[in-house]
């Protein structure tokens, strides 16, 4: 039997447990609220860049080598996970979601970008050809980062790198909820054409179409990589929030056992002592 | 004229404006354009410069880097890459970028003339802007 002096390191060391995942608990908490303001405050930037681009594209037959399907079916997969774990299965499940998409033969020698450590520790143990890894990113997010990521994807893909660029990335749906997504990120996917407000009006064009829509195409993919890492990271924190909260509880169930146990245990040797005192005075009486 | 002209200004990371007003000058890259309710559809590309809109007779104005407008007869909408308010603008740290930029243009080669010649406009108009801050 457990002596008491034990149980008692033991729930010591599970309450200081506890108060880490808590403290964790509330750390992604904080920071989910502020990925959520971001995600609310990036959006109408990319509705209305979609709008705009969709009307664009809806009125003008000029094309442009960022819109062109190709023949080839060599592909670029962007992969984000988060660069910290003790969040779940956050990561995990996204991981095998990607792998399962890189074996299914979708796509001729795909490359990955994996952005996130978990993504990149991931990836280079499979040992898939990486096109450029992304460590430190998803830890502070900013438009810069956004910006650079797509100008070096729009340049691989205007090189004739990839024919193809699609990112997986978990979207943000609720605390408990988060969504696997596959999205094409290049060649850019005309957004499909939201009700138009003045259908049968030509457009005055400053300076041409083609201009504008040369402008408007990498602006759209740079839009796009960022709302997946904004999104990425609304979820990972909701994915810790919930994951640290269980182990909260389960801190608190293992606390709850264990002093159960080391009280009874205690009041077992009390009962022990009192026998052996009793039976001792019962002896002499004798 | 017809009814109000809806502004609307969004950058990558904020709604900056979102309100009715009577007119809005532009800065095009093709020059500076000014927009009254019920004007032409008109998509532009916008350059370096100071937005100007007007309700009841009182000038704001915002200085812009970069984007885009879509103009209908009842609404604009400004997708800038930097827009900033007269009351946000660091007035020492635009006058160091403008002498920066005028030092850097004596010297610079092809490749970077242009990022210093935009470099320097934004300063200008940086300052230029602030000139409007409200007392």
């Known amino acids: 039997m457990a002596n008491t002096r034990d149980l008692r390191r033991r729930i010591r060391s599970v309450k200081g447990t506890q108060q880490i995942t808590k403290a964790m608990k509330m750390v992604a908490a904080a920071k989910l609220r502020r990925a959520q303001v971001r995600i609310l405050q990036a959006r109408p930037y990319a509705q209305t860049l979609s709008r705009v681009l969709a009307s664009l594209a809806e009125r003008t037959e000029h094309t442009h080598p960022l819109l062109q399907q190709r023949e080839g079916r060599h592909a670029w997969l962007i992969v984000i996970t988060s660069d910290k774990g003790l969040c779940g299965s956050f990561n995990h499940n996204l991981l095998r979601y990607a792998a399962e998409l890189l074996d299914s033969g979708r796509w001729e020698s795909p490359e990955v970008v994996p952005i996130g450590k978990k993504a990149v520790d991931f990836f280079s143990k499979r040992g898939d050809p990486i096109v450029q890894a992304e460590r430190e990113v998803m830890s502070n997010i900013t438009a810069a980062e956004g910006r650079r990521i797509a100008t070096s994807l729009i340049e691989g893909f205007s090189a004739g790198r990839a024919d193809e660029i699609w990112v997986v990335y978990s979207r943000f749906l609720s605390l408990i909820r988060h969504e696997t997504m596959l999205e094409r990120v290049l060649p850019v996917e005309p957004p499909a054409g939201t009700q138009a407000p003045l259908p049968n009006v030509d457009y005055i064009y400053e300076p041409d179409p083609k201009t504008l829509l040369a402008e408007l195409l990498p602006r759209q993919v740079e839009v796009q990589v960022q709302t997946a890492l904004y999104d990425s990271s609304a979820a990972e924190h909701a994915a810790r929030m919930t994951a640290m909260d269980a182990a909260t509880k389960n801190a608190n169930d293992m606390i709850d056992r264990l002093t159960l146990l080391y009280n009874r245990t205690r009041q077992a040797a009390i009962t022990k002592e009192l026998i052996e005192i009793v039976s001792g005075a019962q002896a002499l009486e004798e | ?135």
């Open chain 2, 1 to 135: 004229m017809s009814g109000p002209l809806h502004l609307e200004v969004v950058t990558q990371s904020r709604r900056l404006l979102d309100l009715d007003v009577d007119e809005v000058q532009l800065p095009g890259t093709l020059g500076a354009l000014g927009v009254l309710p019920g004007h032409t559809p008109l998509l532009t590309s916008l350059g370096i410069g100071e937005l100007m809109y007007r309700t009841d007779h009182r000038e704001s104005y915002l200085a812009i880097q970069w984007g885009f407008a879509e103009v209908l007869p009842d609404r604009v909408t400004v997708l800038a890459a930097v827009a900033e308010t007269p009351e946000e603008i660091d007035v020492t740290e635009a006058e160091k970028e403008k002498e920066e930029a005028e030092a850097a243009l004596k010297t610079v080669d092809m490749v970077e003339l242009e990022k210093m010649r935009a470099k320097l406009q934004m300063a200008i108009t940086r300052l230029q802007v602030a000139r409007h801050r409200r007392a």
